[in-house]
Nanobody, 127 residues
Framework: QVQLVESGGGLVQAGGSLRLSCTAS????????MGWFRQAPGKEREFVAAISWSTISTSYADSVKGRFTISRDNAKNSVYLQMSRLRPEDTAVYLCATVSRVLSFSALRAAYEYEYWGQGTQVTVSS
């Protein structure tokens, strides 16, 4: 089992920045791709960004490309999401996820491919 804990959410004004962190514990040697998803009230969970184990591959949703940056530190079993130029539509619960097998580049964006999920951290962007 792998446990994921997110942190760094909060309330920020439009145009501001936040940095989310997610740290894995447990069977962390088995973690491969790590991703960030978000879910707003009444909406489906949507892909935000993902990064492969090697950090060679990153993938972003079109809505955040150029504003958000995903990174990871394998030595710390952590993944980060630097969010800049935040918009009110970015308001959601942000969830970290990981999987124990290698995913193809296209599969990085699919929530159903991920095995382990954190509880999420709330990000609220005021206008």
């Amino acid at each position: 089992q792998v446990q994921l804990v997110e942190s760094g959410g909060g309330l920020v004004q439009a145009g501001g920045s936040l940095r989310l962190s997610c740290t894995a514990s447990g069977r962390t040697f088995s973690t491969r791709a790590m991703g960030w998803f978000r879910q707003a009230p009444g909406k489906e969970r949507e892909f935000v960004a993902a990064i492969s184990w090697s950090t060679i591959s990153t993938s972003y949703a079109d809505s955040v490309k150029g504003r958000f940056t995903i990174s990871r530190d394998n030595a710390k079993n952590s993944v980060y999401l630097q969010m800049s130029r935040l918009r009110p539509e970015d308001t959601a619960v942000y969830l970290c996820a990981t999987v124990s097998r290698v995913l193809s580049f296209s599969a990085l964006r699919a929530a159903y491919e991920y095995e382990y999920w954190g509880q999420g951290t709330q990000v609220t962007v005021s206008s």
